[in-house]
């Protein structure tokens, strides 16, 4: 059996509890300890509230989101959007009576061109994963 493992952080209630388990692993594998304030592009940042002692580490990536906004740069309306969306406005695919209504073709390759489900899909997987903060943009 082999396992290839890449990166690894962990923590511990204690130092020496963390000493302990990183010793095991280099006599085990070898490993190199660096600074893990960010690994893979996600930075942590650890703080310890002082009047309870709980640790709290924070994950983001400033990163992710600065190179996705410089590739979607072009496509950034320069105007300030409003919300909400303005009353009596409907989109809508259907005519009055309920039936489908095909958009132009055209404007389909447009709007698949522009990449807009992929922004919107890299956006989702950003505020799942490392910044909620930008469900409320």
Request: net charge negative.
């Amino acid at each position: 059996c082999i396992i290839h493992t890449d990166d690894v952080q962990s923590f511990c209630t204690t130092a020496e509890i963390g000493a302990a388990i990183a010793h095991k692993f280099d006599e085990r594998f070898k490993i190199s300890m660096v600074d893990s304030s960010e690994m893979l592009g996600v930075l942590r940042e650890r703080s310890v509230d002082e009047k309870t002692g709980v640790t709290t580490v924070r994950l983001t990536q400033p990163g992710f989101i600065e190179d996705l906004h410089k590739q979607y740069a072009a496509h950034i309306p320069k105007r300030v959007p409003t919300t909400p969306f303005p009353e009596k406005e409907f989109l809508s695919l259907s005519d009055s009576d309920g039936n489908r209504i095909e958009p132009p073709a055209d404007e389909v390759r447009e709007v698949f061109a522009l990449g807009y489900q992929s922004v919107v899909g890299a956006l989702l997987w950003a505020q799942r994963n490392t910044a909620p903060q930008i469900a409320f943009v």
